[in-house]
């Protein structure tokens, strides 16, 4: 069973930028879809973004053109770059599986806070 460790994450001032990192421990190229997920205090876990195994990308609306993901296979490891970050980012991010979901990691904690 493929295991995600995320990192990256921190407390950082609106309109500030973070990298997130997802390292699994299998092949994420065999997995196909990835997503970064998100969860804030109170609220369900929501998708904020995926890549396909050949680069494509989607992302919520909350997100769009503010944040990019994308993927190395080879280093199995998926990305979040996030800018002009705003309080409302504040949550524990994950990555996992879009397609078929596996077990979560620990995420990252994002906080948004001046």
């Known amino acids: 069973q493929v295991q995600f460790v995320e990192s990256g994450g921190g407390l950082v001032q609106p309109g500030g930028s973070l990298r997130l990192s997802c390292a699994a421990s299998g092949s994420i190229f065999s997995i196909g879809y990835m997503g970064w997920y998100r969860q804030a205090p109170g609220k369900q876990r929501e998708l904020v973004a995926r890549v396909s195994t050949g680069g494509s990308t989607y992302y919520g609306d909350s997100v769009k053109g503010r944040f990019t993901i994308s993927r190395d296979n080879a280093k199995n490891t998926v990305y979040l770059q996030m800018n002009s970050l705003k309080s409302e980012d504040t949550a524990v991010y994950y990555c996992?599986?879009?397609?078929?979901?596996?077990?979560w990691g620990q995420g990252t904690q994002v906080t948004v806070s001046s």
């Open positions: 996992n599986s879009y397609t078929r979901l596996r077990d």
